[in-house]
């Protein structure tokens, strides 16, 4: 076979787009428009010479001259065309061809199912055969509102209106099972867009509102439903149960209530009783996880003639270990503390005694003062120049045979991070 050598111009006179990245090139249609569009013009048509050639298909002809865009929508839209399971009119329709009879005659068969299900307290597949017969009815009315059905009979109309109300207030029972309580107040709403005196769709969504305690809601729901049947038991039931709970929650609301103002009271009378004893306070942009450990007043929070009580870490900068005290009182000394926290169970050389350490805490300025075993928290908070970092105090136990070594090196560093 032999290779014919194609013109240079071959590529301008072929006027064929090439689609990159799914866009169309300009210069012309794209491919499947032109396929669409030579499948029209060399089909011969009822005017052709020997007229007997029907025309083109109704479909085949209403896609002529759209883009391939608007044919692959249009026949996603066709079940046996369909690339994506998207809900719509067609494919319902489709559906409802599985079964023999009407529209009405099939979402009856339905919810006759869910029925049995229901009875059984199959509540997850009751549901869906409910939803089932919802789905062909709301095909049936999407079709008249469209204008595809001509003139319905409002007898048939009527009874589907009646299932299409019955299928949507039974599924609103199976999601109350199931505690899916937004589903059923939305079930529920649809039945009574239907049928505003539909005494179960009020039940159920009272019930339903009730659950996620909207208290108002349900009282509303439950009211219009008493006003229509004054005697119903179930929904009497209903009432009782919002009142209680109803009592419940503006009992817990009154709680939640006091304890802000509690938690008010003591964050007022801490400021106060700092900035009286003068004690320096800060909080960083990242405070350490302290979980209840805080500073507090105690024995009574909100009562100022009561004593300050620190979250207190010992730090043994020389071993990289510490002690914590929860509630290091400030009128309390280091020794006090020391006396049974030390010796410590790592220290195998014995540095670490009460009397055989000294005590420092860092100043505002970076420098260190050094503590005295007998001289209160209070004091050396007070009157020294030192600040209690995220409600934590912070004291550096170290050995006195190397204390002066390490206070040196502790100001040397010091001092390089504040040249650098």
């Not at 009856?108 to 919802?134: L, M, Q």
């Not at 450990?293 to 207190?312: N, R």
Request: contains cysteine; aromatic residues 6%; negative net charge.
């Amino acid at each position: 076979m032999k290779i014919e050598e194609l013109a240079d111009d071959f590529a301008d006179k072929a006027q064929v787009s090439t689609p990159e990245d799914g866009a169309q090139q300009p210069g012309g249609p794209d491919l499947l428009t032109q396929a669409m569009n030579a499948f029209a013009a060399s089909s011969p048509t009822s005017s052709s010479k020997d007229g007997t050639t029907p025309d083109l298909p109704p479909a085949m002809a209403a896609l002529r001259d759209k883009s391939g865009e608007e044919i692959l929508a249009d026949l996603n839209k066709t079940p046996l065309f369909m690339t994506s399971l998207e809900e719509n009119d067609e494919l319902e329709a489709f559906k409802a061809l599985a079964y023999e009879g009407t529209p009405l005659e099939v979402a009856s068969g339905f919810k006759e199912r869910g029925n049995e299900c229901f009875k059984e307290k199959n509540w997850k597949d009751a549901k869906e055969f409910y939803g089932k017969g919802i789905q062909v009815l709301l095909a049936e009315v999407r079709k008249r509102q469209k204008g595809e059905q001509g003139d319905a009979d409002a007898e048939e109309i009527k009874k589907e209106v009646a299932v299409l109300e019955a299928c949507s207030v039974n599924r609103a029972a199976c999601h109350l099972e199931l505690k899916n309580y937004r589903s059923c107040i939305m079930d529920c709403s649809s039945a009574l867009k239907i049928n505003g005196k539909n005494i179960k769709a009020y039940y159920r969504s009272a019930k339903a509102l009730l659950a996620l305690d909207k208290i108002a809601e349900a009282d509303d729901a439950c009211a219009r439903g008493l006003a229509l049947d004054p005697e119903n038991k179930a929904l009497l039931a209903v009432a009782k149960d919002i009142i209680a709970r109803n009592e419940k929650v503006a009992a817990r609301k009154r709680k939640e209530a006091e304890m802000a103002v509690r938690k008010r009271q003591e964050e007022m009378t801490l400021r106060a009783a700092l900035k009286a004893r003068n004690i320096k306070v800060r909080k960083t942009a990242q405070p350490p996880e302290m979980e209840d450990a805080k500073i507090e007043l105690v024995p009574d929070p909100i009562d100022p003639a009561s004593t300050l009580s620190f979250p207190t870490v010992l730090l043994y900068p020389l071993t990289l270990e510490s002690d914590f005290i929860k509630g290091f009182n400030e009128m309390q000394t280091v020794g006090e503390h020391l006396a049974y926290i030390l010796p410590v169970p790592w220290d195998r050389k014995g540095e670490y005694t009460p009397a055989g350490v000294e005590c420092y805490m860092e100043t505002i300025t970076g420098g260190l003062i050094k503590v005295g075993r007998k001289v209160t928290l209070l004091k050396v908070l007070s009157e020294s120049n030192v600040e209690v970092v995220d409600e934590v105090v912070k004291i550096f136990m170290v050995p006195k045979a190397s204390a002066e070594a390490w206070v040196q090196e502790f100001k040397r560093k010091k001092a390089a991070e504040k040249s650098g």
